[in-house]
């Protein structure tokens, strides 16, 4: 006897059926027959009292029950027979899928042994001479995955040749943290830092990157929510890539690969950078020109995040091209980076497992650490001083500090001709602070202003300090000193027309005084002294306004963008208003009661 395939299913759906407890079954039943008694006695409670519209609208809700009844009542069709065959299927896929993540889970985690400062500068030195052959590959071991014959390989990822950015998904303690640390340590540990630098941005106030912040690759490092010093990664971010478009134009070439000495490849690790463009959008149009020019720059982003479907628009994900997503708890956010939902099912104790996206589909892995990364980065280190590596250039610092501490300079190391430069400060370009040194013998009179009197005795006692560290000796005396040497300076307190028109006579000496008001003090002088102050470098405390209008001394808009990031005014902080504006905190002083003794400070 011959069954028809169809007739098969039926009788198989009829099994299905029969096997369900009898509970289900009854629940099952009375699902149906209950709405279709509450519609009969409905029924005839109308037309006993001749309610024709309502027992009119009724019957579509009768025959709507009917037919659903007959559907569930009636053994299972072969079409969703089918179905549930496909969605069988699916699972047994996914299960495939999640298989060789618990092989891993099921094996004691291995650590890989750390490598002897001597052998990481034989790698790093293996590294540049294929790097000359142009051989441009950069693998970094990971850990361990599955390869095409279902078998444990080694799991490597080179950023630049798969990428040229990755978008890394996992819900924390799914081990995204592990993920970047073993990245970036592993390129530490076979690239040297003329080859490969990093920039680590941490915006949701974690410590994943503060121990690779000591790399000597590492160019920049955020370490928490910090809104002004995302706001100057930013900006040096964008430097950085416009230095490269103007050394590729200069060069007429169309990849840092092209030059004959080729900038060190950047790797940007973000975690949760998408917090930053929801808290700073006017940057975000910049994020999106850094991702689209990133290749052919050497700039590659790994940006981690935990809802990767809502948080990244499909212009930056299209310029993302290697995904990553490791446990998640949406099984949407797996569909959306590897068109399945597998990473979903990943269990809450595989730390550390993933899967890649992959042209065959997700591709499992597991990550691998180093036994004791904080002796690995110590032979780094080592490696690096033996090789007298350069440290990574920074391209962006942390903001001035509200206490500027002086930092030790020996003065039987100071430069045989102290008068040329000397340093007062820490200066602040909107990215980077570097030391502010001044040259002396370029300004005939310095005057600080737009002061209090005790912000400015301050500064001057900084100053005093300052011009000691570099080497000056200094006298206390009154104004009838005179130096026998080639060039003084006087440090004067508290100056008035009468002085300045004294000491500016002196060819040579250098004139450092405070002024609460310039435009005052202008008229009174006379056309030597004037011409004088109008050449001076002037220091000016509160800089809202022109420190001196009358002689054209205007705030650049660079400055006044500089002074925005710090709204609370502080009395080291002022502006030197010389050929151009800078911002500039002075060296917080040593208590010292020199100004308070003398008005009159001689250095020679």
Known sequence: ????????????GIRTSSRRPLWQRIMRILSVVLPLVSYTVMGIWMSVNKQWLYLIFLIPAVLTQLTSALSQLSPITADNYTARSESSTQSQEDSNSISPLQFFSHNDPQQRPIPSWQLIVHDWLTARDALKHETHMYPAHLGRAEDESK??????????????HALVAGTTGSGKSVLLETWAIDYARHYDPSILNFVFLDFKGGSTFQRLASLPHCAGSVSNLNLLHAKRAIRGLIAEMRRREELLAFHHVSSIDELHEPC??????????????????????????????GRSLGMHFIVCTQNPLNQVNSHIKANMPLHICMRVTDPMQSLDLL???????IDAHMRGAGFINAPEGPSTFIVDTYADERQLMRNIGKASRFIESPQAHHIFTPPLPDKLTRPYRD????????????????????????????????????????????DAHLALCSFAQSLTVAGWTMSITDESFTSETEHSVLIHESCDARDIETFVTSRNTTLICFIPSLSRISSQLNTTARNALAHALVLQGNASSLAMPEFGRNLSSETKEIMTDYPTPHPMRAVSFGQSCIF???????????????LHLWFS
């Open 1 to 12: 006897m011959v069954v028809s395939s169809t007739q098969a299913t039926q009788a198989h």
């Open 151 to 164: 078998k444990i390989s080694d799991f490597t990822l080179d950023i630049i040749e798969q990428g040229p």
């Open 264 to 293: 060190a490849q950047l790797i940007i690790m973000a975690d949760e950078f998408f917090i930053l463009t929801r808290e700073i959008p006017q940057y975000e149009q910049y994020f999106s020109t850094l991702i689209s020019l």
């Open 339 to 345: 068109s399945s939902p597998v990473a979903s099912r």
């Open 411 to 454: 003065v039987s190391n100071a430069s045989s001709s102290p008068l040329s430069h000397v340093i007062i400060g820490i200066m602040d370009t909107g990215i980077v602070t570097q030391d502010y040194d001044i040259n002396l013998e370029a300004h005939k009179v310095i005057v600080l202003t737009g002061m209090s009197d005790s």
């Open 584 to 598: 500039f905190q002075f060296f917080d002083p040593i208590f010292d009661e020199t100004l308070e003794k003398s």
